[in-house]
């Protein structure tokens, strides 16, 4: 006989982590402070957080966890990476160092191209390896939900193991993985020229990735180098006939009006964002849909354009940050560092940062479950060695990430 989840929550043990200062990030109060705080885990999920001393009577908690006075925040949740590919892109980082220009190394077979030829002579196994020790990475940082797009493959065999190896990241590691078809990143050699048929074969590729359970959202790259308002079009219409959500790169390097056309499909999110316009801002607001900021690209481009972050947040667009981990244009793997380059680049405030890593990440994936900590919510937090969560803004280069909760249970760091 099998359990309904809602008794097998009930019947899981209640678990006490106690003496901790919670940055909750729900309600209306600066951080959703509580400063003698305790939560109550049952199973997966949060059962009770508040004051300590507010703790319902007559509980029996199996387990009591001290935390000691640590400071505890929701889980980090990286909304947006290109985690799974092969090779790196170093020796293109020094060639560009000594003169080279980002033309003179296209010609030459690097750039994004390199990257797909590299991903497709791995095989699985050096895929998964890589991409799991990136995870490891970003986890010991806090992180407990992470994005992981496709779009180093270009083909629909490469495509579909690259999002199988994001799957097994989900079923291997501690971490909560949602995958992303990012087939329209670049347009692949065997189409060169031929960008509306490989848009059309990509589709063809989604209904497939899909049966396979390899698919939650569908993302494309709107761009002047990347596909037209009306291949993008294409490829949300395949994702709108099979019910996937679609997300959008959009106004990275120009304004291409991708963030209307993302809102008219009700994007979960548009992502990068730096050249949006006024009536993007506006679609935006009014889809609901998430501005994804990504410090990392726009520091290692050398961008100078900064996103609109006073107008997105008059206009009330919830706005999250991400590493965009990818090995040529953000090549992090530190959400920390995007929390603290969100606010001196972007001049989100600490609190904003945070909710962007968090609950806003969490959003853009459309994940409502998690991200605050609530009752009801997935018992995923992080404790960290610090007074209070600004300080993870203000320093840089600094990990004090001491302990992680996953799903009620404790991860142990790698
Ligand atoms: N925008 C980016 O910055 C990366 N992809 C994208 O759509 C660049 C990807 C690469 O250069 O490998
Ligand atoms: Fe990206």
Redesign the pocket.
């Given at each position: 006989m099998h359990h309904a989840p809602a008794d097998a929550a009930r019947e899981a043990p209640l678990h006490l982590w106690r003496h901790a200062r919670l940055a909750t990030l729900d309600g209306a109060a600066p951080w959703g402070w509580v400063e003698r705080g305790a939560l109550l885990t049952r199973g997966q999920d949060i059962a009770w957080v508040g004051e300590e001393s507010a703790l319902p009577a007559g509980l029996a908690p199996e387990q009591e966890h001290d935390l000691g006075g640590a400071l505890v925040t929701p889980g980090v949740v990286d909304c947006h990476t290109?985690l799974v590919?092969g090779g790196d892109?170093a020796a293109e980082f020094e060639q560009r160092l000594l003169g080279a220009s980002y033309e003179d190394i296209a010609r030459a077979g690097g750039?994004?191209r390199a990257?797909v030829a590299a991903t497709r002579a791995a095989s699985n196994e050096q895929l998964f390896a890589r991409a799991a020790a990136r995870a490891r990475v970003l986890m010991a940082e806090g992180v407990t939900t992470l994005e992981v797009k496709s779009?180093?493959g270009l083909a629909a065999e490469h495509e579909s193991r690259c999002l199988a190896v994001a799957r097994r990241l989900g079923h291997e590691l501690p971490l909560a993985v949602r995958t992303t078809s990012?087939a329209a990143?670049?347009l692949p050699p065997e189409y060169a020229g031929n960008a509306d048929d490989y848009i059309a074969a990509a589709c063809t590729w989604l209904a497939e990735q899909h049966a396979q359970g390899l698919v939650d959202a569908v993302d494309a790259?709107c761009?002047r180098i990347?596909f037209t308002l009306a291949q993008t079009e294409r490829v949300f219409q395949a994702a709108q006939r099979l019910g996937l959500p679609v997300k959008l790169?959009a106004e990275?390097l120009s304004d291409m009006g991708g963030a209307q056309l993302a809102a008219r499909y009700g994007a979960l999110s548009c992502d990068?964002l730096e050249h949006l316009s006024a009536d993007g801002i506006a679609a935006m607001a009014g889809a609901g849909t998430v501005a994804v900021l990504?410090p990392g690209?726009y520091y290692f481009?050398r961008e100078t354009k900064l996103p609109p972050v006073a107008a997105l947040r008059a206009a009330g667009v919830p706005i999250a940050i991400a590493t965009?981990h990818?090995?040529?244009?953000?090549p992090t793997l530190s959400p920390l560092l995007m929390l603290h380059m969100a606010c001196t680049f972007f001049r989100l405030t600490p609190e904003e940062a945070w909710r962007g890593l968090t609950v806003n990440g969490a959003r853009a994936l459309g994940l409502a479950d998690r991200g605050v900590l609530r009752a009801g919510s997935r018992a995923d937090f992080a404790v960290w060695d610090a007074e209070h969560p600004r300080e993870m803004a203000y320093r840089f280069g600094h990990h004090p990430c001491r302990r992680v909760v996953f799903g009620g249970t404790e991860r142990t760091t790698p």
């Open positions: 290109h590919y892109r750039g994004i990257t779009g180093y990012l990143h670049a790259f761009e990347g790169h990275q990068h990504l690209a481009l965009d990818n090995p040529g244009s953000s």
